[in-house]
């Protein structure tokens, strides 16, 4: 299964959660660029693609919705998508926090949205990783978490073949 990991990130926590969830596919080839360093044309010949971003203001970055915006209608038909992104934890926030993340949300639902739209099929819900500060770092186990998250995402796919 070829495997593309595309992600963005702010002070590195979301390249961090990228590299463990790479380590986690150990029965993938798998690349990992930043969304910087990715083209359309990486897509080509993959089964499974996953985007990360950070969460702001409930998106992610401007520089992943732009790479997301210059993938073709219907370029990822036949493509497992997954999204992940990193955020705060509602329960360590004021009152007045949650309540606005739960109205802005977060970046990942968005991203899967996108990339579905965009013809993959979601082969996993889309996942957060948490940060105790806006840069950082995070929160313990976030990326054993990932490991994990992706060794059950490959799971998962192999026993719905």
């Known amino acids: 299964m070829k495997t593309l990991i595309i992600y963005d990130s702010m002070f590195g926590n979301t390249q961090q959660v990228a590299e463990a969830i790479a380590g986690g596919f150990t029965v993938a080839?798998?690349?990992?660029?930043?969304?910087?360093?990715?083209t359309p044309a990486d897509l080509k010949e993959i089964n499974l693609l996953l985007v990360g971003?950070?969460?702001?203001?409930?998106?992610?970055k401007p520089t992943?919705?732009?790479?997301?915006?210059?993938?073709?209608?219907?370029?990822?038909?036949?493509?497992?998508?997954?999204?992940f992104d990193t955020r705060f934890a509602e329960k360590r926030q004021n009152f007045a926090l949650r309540m606005l993340m739960k109205m802005i949300n977060f970046a990942a639902p968005k991203i899967a949205k996108t990339l579905v739209s965009k013809g993959g099929k979601l082969v996993a819900p889309p996942e957060?990783?948490?940060?105790?500060?806006?840069?950082g770092p995070l929160q313990e186990g976030?990326?054993?978490?990932?490991?994990v998250w992706a060794?059950?995402?490959?799971?998962?796919?192999q026993n719905n073949k």
Do not use: C, H, W
Request: proline content about 3%; aromatic content about 6%; hydrophobic content about 45%.
């Open 29 to 38: 080839d798998t690349k990992l660029l930043n969304v910087s360093e990715a």
């Open 142 to 147: 976030e990326l054993e978490r990932a490991a």
């Open 53 to 60: 971003s950070p969460t702001q203001g409930g998106r992610a």
């Open 64 to 83: 992943t919705l732009e790479f997301l915006n210059q993938i073709p209608a219907g370029a990822l038909a036949g493509i497992g998508v997954a999204a």
């Open 128 to 135: 957060g990783f948490f940060v105790l500060g806006s840069k």
């Open 151 to 157: 060794k059950n995402l490959i799971m998962n796919i």
